[in-house]
């Protein structure tokens, strides 16, 4: 079972390119049911768009930015979506004592996979290297 990180979930959001192309010919191999997201990713795309909306000035990019707005909650919507619970709560209190130097958002993806027991598809291994007890791939190269 995978959970993808937020970047490989971009690139499968753009439909394009050679991550694109790479994460594709990989998924080819699992059925679908797979396939994981989390919503912490889920509050770090839709925060994202509301500061690009909260922070336009032109009308294009308001379109721009509902469109994308739009485009997260519909992928979600047909995902299968971790949540973060108590198991994972715990994990994430325990990795935020070790002290490991990445980031909250990292964290709390890395403590959903762990909790459970799901290799994270992620492009950012020199982060998520430093977890000792996360299984990670990088799907976006051949």
């Given amino acids: 079972m995978y959970i993808f990180d937020s970047d490989h979930l971009s690139f499968l959001q753009k439909r394009r390119g050679p991550e694109f192309e790479s ?13 994981f997201v989390t ?25 721009r930015g509902y469109t994308e707005l739009q485009h997260v909650v519909l992928t979600f919507a047909k995902a299968q979506v971790l949540g973060f619970n108590v198991a994972v709560a715990d994990v994430y209190a325990e990795l935020r004592r ?8 990292d964290l709390r993806i890395a403590s959903i996979a762990i909790a459970n ?3 994270l598809l992620t492009r950012n ?3 998520f290297e ?3 007890n996360l299984t990670i791939e990088d799907w976006t190269k051949l």
Avoid: C, Y
């Fill in 23 to 35: 994460i594709a010919k990989q998924l080819e191999n699992h059925p679908s049911s797979f396939f």
């Fill in 130 to 132: 430093r977890i000792h």
């Fill in 117 to 119: 027991q799901m290799t």
């Fill in 125 to 127: 291994t020199v982060d």
């Fill in 39 to 63: 919503i912490v990713s889920f509050h770090e795309q839709f925060n994202g768009w509301l500061k690009f909306i909260a922070r336009t000035k032109e009308e294009s990019d308001l379109v």
């Fill in 98 to 105: 070790s002290r490991i130097r990445i980031g909250a958002i």
